[in-house]
């Protein structure tokens, strides 16, 4: 402790984690410091899915299709399996008006490029044997990736620790240092201080804690969800499925029917295919503070939609669930910004139920940001300064 | 007392199930006796038979029958059976004195006319026994079967002998016996030592650490089987204290549950 860094990292989910990797790839000299462990909060406790067939059209799904093309490259780049895998991701549709929705999307995306088949129900069954026979269609896309989350994370810090980067675990932020004119000085935590002009906030749903330090507010809630994961036996579906509903469980724009205790919870399936023929079996969407109980309420709701799509599900078994804490932000897209009136506080936080597609492209442009180079996309929507 | 209230079995469980010898049966000659009543998928005993004196069938989770006629206590299906719940009894020895065959897998340095503390189904010392033979067949995978000659009136009781002193290792001495680098130690997710220890020196320091890194813990068991070992490896490569190792975070359900039941009545 107690050394001087060119940028400071509070937080080591996701976010951080490739923030601190894209930073030394830039030559910063970093601190990567984090409370507890790498990926102990929502980066472990999630799926992790790269998802273009989720994102509205235009720069939400730009952003998810640049995700997929830089895992592609990260899989090169790093060391360290993480698990990618490219299969493509189906989403259903259990009635006419959703087919009728997702039909009018999936044509909004292929306008923009994606490449995106809209399948009926016979095309659907033909891709996932055990799906329900009652459904009335669904979207495929050939790009959507996913990647083990937690060991993304410690691939990003293998490449570079030691060679630029310092990781502090269990090292708790306790305040920013500011000199008189509110620029970025130093780091405080419960070990010492961390000199550094530039900070960087990466804590997820604690970033609002982070920003308090500086006098600013972050609006950041937890977003609670469930998954269940199956016993290994043979495997259920060969890629990832999610119902429409979660379109319009992310999304409150869009409108659709939908049963009420479904809706309580906010509940939509996914399913994922995972090491060793599991199933990992999702998931809700409420606001319950930061508690990650799985809820047993929550858990039924959950394993009866898994049961409605996937009826075989019904006798097989479910050996855990977990739950995790989306950051959620109101606008549905991140911050990803220097934060102006504080000189050298930056912040990347708020990627909800996107965080894992989204990191590579949020660590990159965050260095780009420091190293004061162009950022490879448009960065005014992911701006702080949109709150004024 | 009965197995449903002390966890023990006892010869009148067995009997009650028809899974016991007859007394007429054991004072003929040697006869092996399956004390196996729970519906687990196993069947080595069967096909281990010589004589196709066991008989499991098609559903391997069938509890094993044996023809008494066709059994001549041969043991072989003694050291096959990994339950360790399979034994040889013989009434036709003497008139005072029969003999139980079991296995036993300790390290130990009995010999045979060794005289030695006989114990019951519970681990209860009841009475002394003369060892008559020791067999340890390559077969036998180190599963060593012993023959002991005991008063006739304990041949229904006496399943197994106290260990020998010399081979008892304290605790700590257990503890701080490393594991070879290919011993499984997660059986879910077939993790060995070796893996646990790669992974402590990818930056693991505790239980989450190690399972994130090698998914020991995160199959059916859900750790309950290997987590002590895996907290002894962290200690003795890392030298960390138990209270920073940590245990795995208990996760609903603590036993497999279909989705059919936690979704509830799904049939209406
Ligand atoms: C059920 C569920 C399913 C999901 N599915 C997907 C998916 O399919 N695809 C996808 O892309 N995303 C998915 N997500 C979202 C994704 O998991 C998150 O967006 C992402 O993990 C957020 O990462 P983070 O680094 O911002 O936060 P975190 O991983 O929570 O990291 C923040 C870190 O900051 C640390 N910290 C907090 N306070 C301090 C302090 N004072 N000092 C030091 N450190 C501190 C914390 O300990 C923590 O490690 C899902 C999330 C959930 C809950």
């Known amino acids: 402790m107690n050394k001087t860094y060119d940028v400071v990292i509070v937080g080591a989910g996701v976010i951080g984690t490739s923030c601190a990797y894209h930073l030394v790839k830039k030559g910063f000299q970093v601190a990567l410091v984090e409370k507890k462990d790498l990926a102990r909060e929502t980066s472990s406790h999630c799926d992790a899915v790269a998802l273009i067939p989720d994102k509205m059209p235009g720069i939400d799904a730009a952003m998810g299709y640049a995700s997929i093309q830089r895992f592609k490259e990260l899989e090169k780049e790093l060391n360290y399996d993480f698990e990618f895998h490219q299969n493509g991701s189906l989403h259903l549709c259990e009635t006419d008006q959703e087919m009728e929705i997702a039909t009018k999307y999936a044509n909004d995306l292929i306008a923009e490029g994606y490449a995106i088949d809209i399948l009926n129900p016979e095309e659907l069954l033909e891709k996932e044997p055990f799906l329900a026979t009652d459904l009335k269609g669904g979207l495929f896309s050939h790009e959507c990736?996913?990647?083990?989350?937690?060991?993304?994370?410690?691939?990003?810090?293998?490449a570079v620790q030691g060679k630029g980067l310092d990781v502090y675990t269990h090292t708790t932020v306790t305040d920013i240092r500011r000199d008189a004119d509110n620029n970025v000085v130093g780091v405080e935590t419960d070990n010492g201080i961390l000199k550094t002009n530039k900070v960087?906030?990466?804590?997820?749903?604690?970033?609002?804690?982070?920003?308090?330090?500086?006098?600013?507010?972050?609006?950041?809630?937890?977003?609670?969800?469930?998954?269940?994961?199956?016993?290994?036996?043979?495997?259920?579906?060969?890629?990832?499925?999610?119902?429409f509903g979660y379109m319009v469980s992310k999304f409150d724009d869009i409108q659709c029917?939908?049963?009420?205790?479904?809706?309580?919870?906010?509940?939509?399936?996914?399913?994922?295919?995972s090491a060793g023929n599991n199933v990992l079996i999702g998931s809700s969407r409420n606001f319950d503070g930061y508690d990650v109980d799985a809820e047993i309420d929550i858990i039924r709701v959950i394993a009866k939609r898994a049961v409605r799509f996937f009826p075989i599900l019904k006798n097989i078994n479910c050996i855990r669930s977990y739950a995790g804490v989306r950051p959620f932000i109101e606008e549905h897209l991140p911050l990803i910004t220097h934060v102006k009136?504080?000189?050298?506080?930056?912040?990347?936080?708020?990627?909800?139920?996107?965080?894992?597609?989204?990191?590579?492209?949020t660590g990159r442009l965050i260095s780009e940001m420091i190293a004061g180079e162009e950022p490879c996309m448009d960065v005014t929507p992911f701006s702080f300064s949109r709150y004024k | 007392m009965k197995l449903s209230e002390t966890g023990i079995l006892t010869k009148a469980d067995l009997v009650e199930m028809g899974r016991y010898p007859s007394e007429e049966r054991m004072k003929k000659?040697?006869?092996?006796?399956?004390?196996?009543?729970?519906?687990?998928?196993?069947?080595?005993?069967?096909?281990?038979?010589?004589?196709?004196?066991?008989?499991?069938?098609?559903?391997?989770?069938?509890l094993p029958k044996?023809?008494?006629?066709?059994?001549?206590?041969?043991?072989?299906?003694?050291?096959?059976?990994?339950?360790l719940a399979i034994f040889v009894l013989d009434k036709s020895y003497s008139d005072s004195y029969g003999k139980v065959t079991f296995p036993y897998e300790y390290n130990h340095s009995f010999k045979v006319d060794d005289i030695v503390k006989a114990a019951n189904r519970g681990g209860k010392h009841v009475c002394e026994g003369k060892i008559l033979k020791i067999t340890n067949t390559q077969k036998a995978d180190r599963t060593t079967v012993i023959?002991?000659?005991?008063?006739?009136?304990?041949?229904?009781?006496?399943?197994?002998?106290?260990?020998?002193?010399?081979?008892?290792?304290?605790?700590?001495?257990?503890m701080s016996e490393k594991l070879a680098d290919d011993v499984l130690v997660c059986r879910c997710e077939e993790i060995t030592a070796g893996e646990i220890r790669e992974a402590i020196r990818q930056g693991a320091?505790?239980?989450?650490?190690?399972?994130?890194?090698?998914?020991?813990?995160?199959?059916?068991?859900?750790?309950?089987?290997?987590?002590?070992?895996?907290?002894?490896?962290?200690?003795?490569?890392?030298?960390?204290?138990?209270?920073?190792?940590?245990?795995?975070?208990?996760?609903?359900?603590?036993?497999?549950?279909?989705?059919?039941?936690?979704?509830?009545d799904l049939d209406e």
């Not at chain 1, 507010?217 to 579906?237: E, H, Q």
């Not at chain 1, 050298?344 to 894992?356: L, Q």
């Not at chain 2, 239980?207 to 859900?222: E, H, P, S, W, Y």
């Not at chain 2, 036993?255 to 509830?264: K, N, S």
């Open chain 1, 200 to 243: 960087v906030n990466c804590c997820g749903v604690w970033a609002p804690e982070i920003g308090k330090m500086v006098g600013i507010d972050i609006p950041i809630k937890p977003r609670k969800g469930v998954i269940l994961i199956s016993g290994a036996g043979f495997p259920i579906c060969k890629q990832k499925i999610h119902e």
């Open chain 1, 341 to 361: 009136e504080i000189p050298g506080y930056y912040i990347a936080a708020g990627h909800e139920g996107d965080g894992i597609s989204m990191a590579p492209l």
């Open chain 2, 66 to 83: 044996i023809d008494v006629n066709k059994c001549n206590g041969c043991t072989t299906c003694v050291s096959a059976c990994s339950g």
């Open chain 1, 145 to 158: 990736c996913g990647v083990n989350p937690y060991k993304l994370c410690f691939a990003f810090v293998d």
């Open chain 2, 147 to 174: 023959t002991l000659e005991v008063p006739i009136e304990y041949v229904d009781e006496v399943r197994s002998i106290y260990r020998d002193k010399q081979h008892q290792s304290s605790k700590e001495e257990i």
């Open chain 2, 205 to 264: 320091t505790d239980i989450t650490g190690v399972k994130l890194r090698t998914r020991a813990g995160m199959g059916l068991c859900q750790g309950r089987t290997c987590e002590a070992l895996v907290n002894q490896i962290i200690r003795q490569e890392l030298g960390n204290s138990p209270a920073d190792i940590g245990f795995s975070t208990p996760r609903t359900p603590q036993r497999p549950v279909t989705f059919g039941t936690l979704g509830g």
């Open chain 1, 257 to 273: 029917e939908r049963d009420p205790e479904v809706e309580k919870y906010n509940v939509a399936f996914t399913i994922e295919p």
């Open chain 2, 29 to 62: 000659g040697p006869v092996a006796v399956a004390e196996c009543v729970q519906d687990i998928p196993c069947n080595p005993c069967e096909t281990a038979c010589p004589f196709k004196a066991i008989h499991i069938g098609e559903n391997i989770s069938n």
